[in-house]
């Protein structure tokens, strides 16, 4: 079984448009985090829910919105997609605030043309 | 804003040879986690230290802990071409209410048979 899933793997959308990205864990854990990794493979944390609860917001234009509908789920809502939103997303999960070990998903490759 | 310089960035060797990654920072750090991450998959974590000066050791894979909680190193002995991928540190800290991590930019280990 798959212990942290993403959906899209690849998404190629045009400039403008909205899409979203899915992520699911079945580790009981009750912390999930979206990531965004740049062509030169550095990994930025982007959002961080606690129970559903936000907890770490970093520097993301507002056109980004996550949403928890429950702790094992994680999804990325993406408002008038950008060139330079084309990057990976990465979902992760982990047992607590304190992240001593943390799971990645598969990663979502987005492409905006 | 927390940095983790990572180097050597690029690393290609001979199988059978020795290699030492290292991980530096000039903050502190509750602790330190070193991933690996082929093309195509994220992130999967490796070990996790937390108390300044600690060594762990994965088969060939031997990871310390600076001092000071600054930096670390990984060390892999005899290195195999299973053993090539992007190898990423990652410190964590409590900023505020929350924990986070903050990742380096990583060493590309090219392993040629």
Known sequence: ?113 | TQLLEQSPQFLSIQEGENLTVYCNSSSVFSSLQWYRQEPGEGPVLLVTVVTGGEVKKLKRLTFQFGDARKDSSLHITAAQTGDTGLYLCAGGARGGSNYKLTFGKGTLLTVNP
Request: contains cysteine.
């Open chain 1, 1 to 113: 079984d798959t212990a942290v899933s993403q959906t899209p793997k690849y998404l190629v959308t045009q400039m403008g448009n909205d899409k979203s990205i899915k992520c699911e864990q079945n580790l009981g854990h009750d912390t999930m985090y979206w990531y965004k990794q740049d062509s030169k493979k550095f990994l930025k944390i982007m959002f961080s829910y606690n129970n559903k609860e936000l907890i770490i917001n970093e520097t993301v234009p507002n056109r980004f919105s996550p949403k928890s509908p429950d702790k094992a789920h994680l999804n990325l809502h993406i408002n008038s997609l950008e060139l330079g939103d084309s990057a990976v997303y990465f979902c992760a999960s982990s047992s607590s605030t304190q992240p001593l070990g943390q799971y990645f998903g598969p990663g979502t490759r987005l492409t905006v043309t």
